[in-house]
């Protein structure tokens, strides 16, 4: 059964004998094999929920904004009215072009300042320029070297808890 992911994870995903909890990434994700790697490499160290539309992430935004910690962003969302970067731009507080409609949904979305990191194979669609505009605060392709990606995570939250 699959858990709503607008809800606290698990809490055998917590660090009790530390006493704080764990970084709380949204990864906004349409391919279930890129989902379930990311999941399986980066659980041990995060806590990870999963959004699989555009939709599914405004959701999750709206419900969890003041807890998620850094957003991991796919540009190709199939299935979805949005990309990964025109989500990105209504979250950082950004119109759309006017030729654009922007569903129901995603309409009124609170800003949400935390870092957000594209993981995509669809980077060359786009100039580093534009997806740094966008609001992106890094790009990592795909397939994805999760060594860098965990480096990646861990300074821009650092940087956020330190700036």
């Not at 004998?17 to 949204?26: A, I, K, Q, V």
């Not at 990311?38 to 904004?65: F, G, M, N, P, Q």
């Not at 962003?73 to 731009?89: A, F, H, P, Q």
Request: glycine share 4%; net charge negative; aromatic share 4%.
């Amino acid at each position: 059964m699959r858990r709503d992911p607008s809800e606290a994870p698990p809490a055998s995903r917590t660090r009790p004998s530390l006493g704080t909890r764990r970084e709380l990434l949204l990864y906004v994700e349409d391919d279930d094999d890129n989902w379930e790697v990311a999941e399986y490499r980066l659980s041990e160290t995060y806590d990870i929920i999963r959004a699989a539309t555009a939709e599914e992430a405004c959701k999750i935004v709206r419900a969890r904004r003041n807890e998620i910690d850094l957003i991991l962003m796919d540009i190709e969302l199939r299935g979805s009215d949005l990309n990964g970067v025109e989500l990105t731009e209504l979250l950082r507080g950004n119109n759309l072009p006017a030729t654009k409609t922007i569903p129901a949904y995603a309409r009124n979305l609170p800003p949400v300042s935390k870092p957000v990191i594209y993981v995509t194979a669809h980077g060359k669609r786009y100039t580093n320029v534009q997806l740094m505009l966008s609001g992106a605060d890094k790009v990592i392709a795909k397939p994805v070297n999760f060594a860098d990606l965990r480096n990646a995570v861990s300074e821009l939250i650092q940087d956020r808890t330190t700036g």
